[in-house]
């Protein structure tokens, strides 16, 4: 196939946008695309690499913690050509683009400190802050006893006063413990204050299910801090919005609660060359179009975005033309980019892995009655995690969090291409 | 007035001290566990209708006054007993403001508890910080805010200290670092530490090394209860940080007496547990008060750690005005309205010669004037306008993201025009 373009005649973009020069590179890949470029955001599309590799990989179904990158772009390159040029795509883990983010944002602001349990000495429970401790010295890379209270207090107070901490949760569930600070000290202090104290701290860590680690370590925590007004909830999904939302809530000046996923951490996607810069952010509160399509929207956060591409590409077979949106940021909600997509496509399937009551689903789908209900051909429909605690047992866990195959049937559904209830795969 | 602290004894009356000789014992600071050990066995004793305020720390006999036996001089005197004053008289006027309607929602009043406030906030600099309660209108007060701020603020009009937006509760002071104000009980200290661990970041990694800042964490005896405070107790020990815990022991949680919820009611004992000295003081004299807390700043300000202060003391009204007070003994009220602060103070300055009578009456109408006139301002003032609602919930008022039009929401002129479009 006539795939092997001159690789000279390839340019990066930067930062302009030229959607139609994008969607025509797009169209080539129309069956497997990676992801779509938005005319915002920064995205480095090295059509050469998709030309030349072609990987075997192996699609494991079901609960598979390889995301779509790693299937499309597990990059080695072949030929002693592509090496030459520095156009090349470099690939990044989640955890290598978060670690990175905090060396560069405590490197450049002596106002950031880390703290929080095993940060130091441990190299991190997740090993995000490996190396920081050396780099940085004990007293900017805290090791806390456990008290997430406490801690999570401390750092508010230190926010006070204008410093800037990093406070990791190893968990979100142990947040709980300390959420009278999250929302109650951090997010309402500068309304209580009127303006004169804000707080410009960071709470991050891993949120929602890893894999059987029981109902105490697995709820998403999406819904609940996204209905608190003073805070930003930040959802990142690739390594790109890792590192671009972590550096963008740490420059932020308002309290932000970054959520990740943990089995997003060892997860590599490719960064473009903007991203590794140090200083690139990412605007908060604009989603992200991860896959452009004219038939039916499928919103999604975290790790049900890379769910939710392979549901795509299934659903790509079938003929139905899905569009992919990486929300980014659970607050503020980017209702403008949802409703213009719904607009477009007039069908809607959100996606999310917490409680299905009162979730991010829910919130979704009133935002779109109210803003597109004419354009609406058929009812929403929401994905959610199973309405009970999380079971240990593989199995029961499996149905427990929306599969692919989930969101290829409510995809089916929302088009009126129905297929019984009961799970084929 | 109880035992007295043993360092001046020619200045306050001198009760039979049997419980600790401080000229035997080695001039150890504070709550040496060996000065305490043998404390602990004495007290134990005492049963707990009879609590009886008790110094049960030691100081170093160093710390003579060069010029003058007294315990303050004249000027500080007039300051302590002018913050007294203003304390008292506007938490007054809070009530009876309340009970004509001027004031709405949760009013907690702090009648009786004034010696802790002006013992302790008098002593600092405007860059220390104070972090409190609900029960803050007069650690703002005797920190520097002014009376008509905190009152419109009560009043909830817009030329409060916070604009109205915060309250009874909430009392934010960036310039004079009152760092809140918060009604949960236990959320100010971890806060607090946080403020102390500022000071301690600020001289370490900033580099600015002139950063003696301390931190007061002012809560009542049901919060020593609670899981923060012992959070914060070890962390503080463990990082010494410049921060002084003062637990206002008013044996009262609204309803629950201190002794019906506290497995061992002697709160200063919790500071040796964690490493760090416990003082108990009698909260009903300013100067002893003042004493301790002049020590336990310095020690903070010299870099040497936290400082748990137990003081003893009482509210007057019940735990908010809405609390009808029954359940209190009346005679243990009468006991304590004895030993009124301000009347003990106010005794001790004439006897002592630092002030007449007159000049504290002045000191008296020049206070109610005060406030008077901060009444006056805040009904004048106006209430907040419609647009206020939607302001400062971000610092970064892009915070509220994209509007349909697909611009931020902020940039739209009808942004604040109060609608619940957000």
């Not at chain 1, 999250?182 to 309402?188: H, P």
């Not at chain 2, 406030?117 to 005797?142: C, M, N, P, Q, W």
Request: charged share 25%; with cysteine; proline share 5%.
């Amino acid at each position: 196939m006539g795939h092997h373009t001159n690789l000279l005649s390839y340019r990066r973009r930067l930062f302009q946008p030229s959607p139609a020069g994008d969607r025509k590179l797009i169209s080539i890949y129309h069956s497997r695309p990676l992801f779509s470029v938005n005319s915002n955001l920064f995205c480095l599309i090295d059509e050469s690499m998709w030309g030349i590799i072609r990987q075997n990989v192996g699609v494991t179904g079901g609960l598979s913690s390889q995301g779509l990158g790693n299937h499309m772009m597990r990059l080695r390159p072949v030929a002693s050509a592509m090496r030459s040029y520095s156009s090349a795509t470099k690939e990044m883990t989640v955890r290598d683009a978060l670690n990175s983010a905090l060396d560069e944002e405590m490197a450049a602001d002596p106002n950031v400190f880390v703290m929080g349990e095993e940060v130091g000495e441990y190299q991190g429970a997740y090993k995000i802050t490996k190396g920081l401790l050396d780099k940085y010295g004990p007293e900017r890379v805290v090791d806390t006893p456990i008290t997430e209270a406490g801690f999570a207090g401390i750092g508010v107070g230190a926010a006070y006063h204008g410093l800037r901490p990093v406070i990791e949760f190893m968990t979100f569930n142990f947040s709980m413990q300390a959420i009278d600070h999250v929302i109650n000290s951090a997010a309402k202090s500068n309304y209580m204050s009127a303006g004169q104290i804000n707080v410009p701290i960071v709470f991050r860590g891993p949120n929602g299910p890893a894999a059987g680690v029981g109902a105490q370590h697995s709820q998403c925590y999406g819904a609940w801090y996204g209905s608190v007004p003073g805070l930003k909830v930040l959802v990142p999904y690739s390594s790109e919005d890792a590192r671009g939302l972590l550096k963008a809530a740490i420059r932020d000046p308002d309290p932000v609660v970054f959520l990740e996923n943990e089995l997003l951490y060892g997860e590599s996607f490719p960064v473009s060359a903007e991203a590794l810069d140090s200083s690139f952010c990412l605007p908060i509160g604009k989603a992200k179009i991860e896959r452009e399509g004219k038939d039916i929207t499928i919103t999604a956060f975290s790790k049900m975005v890379g769910y939710a591409l392979k549901a795509a590409e299934i659903l790509e077979k079938d003929g139905i033309n899905a569009e992919v949106i990486n929300l980014r940021s659970i607050r503020p909600l980017d209702r403008a980019t949802i409703n213009a997509s719904v607009r477009k496509t007039n069908r809607l399937v959100t996606v999310e892995e917490g409680f299905p009551q009162h979730g991010i689903g829910a919130e979704i789908c009133a935002s779109v009655v109210e803003d597109s209900f004419g354009y609406l051909d058929a009812p929403v429909e929401r994905i959610a995690g199973a309405d009970v605690p999380t079971p240990y047992a593989a199995n029961l866990e499996r149905m427990a969090f929306p599969q692919i195959e989930d969101i290829v049937r409510a995809a089916k559904r929302a088009c009126y291409r129905s297929v019984p209830m009961s799970a084929t795969a | 007035m109880g035992f007295a602290r043993v360092i001046h004894p020619h200045t306050l009356p001198l009760l039979a001290d049997t419980r600790a000789n401080p000229i035997a014992t080695p001039s150890l600071f504070l709550g040496s566990t060996r000065t305490l050990r043998h404390t602990l066995t004495h007290t134990r004793s005492i049963s707990s209708a009879q609590r009886r305020s008790v110094v049960a720390a030691k100081v170093s006999d160093v710390k003579l006054k060069p010029t003058t036996n007294l315990l303050v001089t004249k000027e500080e005197g007039l300051e302590v007993y002018e913050d007294m004053i203003l304390g008292r008289v506007f938490e007054d006027m809070c009530a009876q403001m309340y009970y004509r309607g001027k004031m709405f929602g949760f009013v907690h009043l702090y009648n009786g508890q004034e010696a802790v406030s002006s013992g302790f906030i008098k002593l600092l600099k405007k860059e220390d910080s104070v972090v409190s309660t609900y029960r803050d209108h007069v650690h703002a007060l005797s920190k520097g805010v002014p009376a008509r701020a905190v009152m419109s603020e009560l009043f909830g009009k817009t030329t409060g200290c916070c604009r109205g937006q915060g309250g009874s509760m909430h009392m934010f002071s960036a310039e004079h670092n009152v760092l809140g104000g918060f009604a949960f009980i236990g959320e100010g200290i971890p806060v607090a530490t946080g403020a102390a661990f500022t000071s301690k970041y600020k001289r370490e990694v900033l580099k600015e090394a002139d950063c003696d800042h301390v931190t007061l964490a002012f809560f009542g005896d049901g919060t020593a209860n609670n899981g923060q405070f012992f959070e914060c107790l070890n962390m503080a020990a463990l990082w010494k940080l410049p921060i002084i815990f003062v637990v206002e022991n008013n044996l009262w949680a609204i309803g629950m007496s201190h002794l019906r919820a506290t497995s061992d009611p002697e709160i200063w004992k919790k500071g040796p547990a964690f490493g760090m000295p416990g003082v108990h003081v009698d909260g009903m004299d300013v100067l002893k008060v003042r004493e301790v807390a002049k020590e336990a700043i310095g020690r903070a300000r010299r870099g040497e750690g936290p400082t748990l202060v137990e003081c003893e003391t009482y509210r007057f009204r019940g735990h908010s005005l809405a609390d009808p007070d029954e359940l209190r003994d009346p005679d243990e009220k009468a006991r304590y309205a004895a030993r009124d602060p301000i009347t003990q103070f106010k005794k001790y300055l004439i006897e002592n010669k630092l002030a007449s009578e007159a000049e504290l009456k002045a000191i008296e109408k020049k206070i109610d004037e005060v406030v008077e006139d901060s009444v006056e301002f805040a009904d004048e003032s106006p209430a907040p306008s419609r647009s206020q609602l939607l302001e400062n919930v971000f610092a970064d008022p892009r915070g509220f993201g994209i509007g349909p039009d697909g611009r931020y929401r902020c940039e739209d002129p009808k942004f604040t025009e109060g609608t619940a479009q957000v």
